[in-house]
C-alpha cells in the first residue's frame, strides 16, 4: 500500500534556502541579472515569508470577520422579523377598519391612507437595513484590515529592529 510522505519544516526550509541559493547564484551570474532584479527577489521572498509567517493571525483574523458577520446578520434577521410582526399587526388593525366604512369614497380614503403610511414605514426600514449592512459589512473588514496592515508594515521594516542603527 502507497504511504503519502510528508515534508517536515526544516525540510522545506532547508530546500527552499538551496533553491534560493540556487536562483540568487544563477540571478548574479546572468548578464542581464541587475541589481533591481536581485532587490525584487529579496523583497519577494521576504513578503512570502511575512505573509506565510503569520497564517494563524490571517485565520484569527478570517474568524473575527466571520464572526462579526454572523453577529451582523442575526441582528439583520431580527430587524426583519421585528418588523414583519409590526406590519402584519397594522395589516390586520388596518382591515378591520376598512371593514368599518360605510361609503365607496371613505374606503378609498382609507385604502389610500394605508398605502401611503405602509410605503413610507417599507421605505424607512430598507434605510435602516441598509445603514446596518454598512456598519456590519465595515465590522466583517476590520479584523483583516489589521491583519494586512500588520503584515505589510512588516515587509516594509516597519516595528523591525534588526535592520536599524
Same mark, same amino acid.
Given at each position: 500500500m502507497a504511504t503519502a510522505r510528508t515534508e517536515t519544516a526544516s525540510e522545506k526550509k532547508a #530546500? $527552499? /534556502?538551496? +533553491? /534560493?541559493? *540556487?536562483? *540568487?547564484?544563477e540571478a548574479a551570474? /546572468?548578464? %542581464?541579472?541587475s541589481a533591481g532584479s536581485l532587490i525584487a527577489e529579496r523583497y519577494r521572498d521576504t513578503a512570502? %515569508? +511575512?505573509?506565510?509567517?503569520?497564517?494563524? !493571525?490571517?485565520? +484569527?483574523?478570517?474568524?473575527?470577520?466571520?464572526e462579526a458577520m454572523f453577529a451582523g446578520m442575526a441582528e439583520v434577521s431580527q430587524e426583519m422579523m421585528t418588523f414583519a410582526g409590526e406590519r402584519l399587526r397594522q395589516d390586520i388593525e388596518t382591515a378591520e377598519d376598512f371593514a368599518k366604512a360605510t361609503s365607496p369614497e371613505e374606503l378609498f380614503e382609507k385604502q389610500c391612507s394605508f398605502a @401611503? =403610511?405602509? /410605503? @413610507?414605514?417599507? $421605505? !424607512? %426600514? #430598507?434605510?435602516?437595513?441598509? =445603514?446596518?449592512? $454598512? =456598519?456590519?459589512?465595515?465590522?466583517c473588514w476590520k479584523p483583516v484590515e489589521a491583519c494586512t496592515k500588520a503584515a505589510l508594515h512588516g515587509m516594509n521594516g516597519e516595528g523591525n529592529d534588526s535592520g536599524k542603527k
Open positions: #530546500t $527552499a /534556502a538551496k +533553491t /534560493a541559493t *540556487k536562483t *540568487k547564484t551570474s /546572468a548578464p %542581464e541579472a512570502y %515569508e +511575512t505573509l506565510v509567517g503569520k497564517n494563524g !493571525e490571517n485565520v +484569527t483574523a478570517v474568524m473575527s470577520a466571520g @401611503q =403610511r405602509a /410605503a @413610507q414605514q417599507y $421605505a !424607512e %426600514e #430598507t434605510s435602516k437595513l441598509i =445603514r446596518m449592512m $454598512a =456598519r456590519i459589512q465595515q465590522s
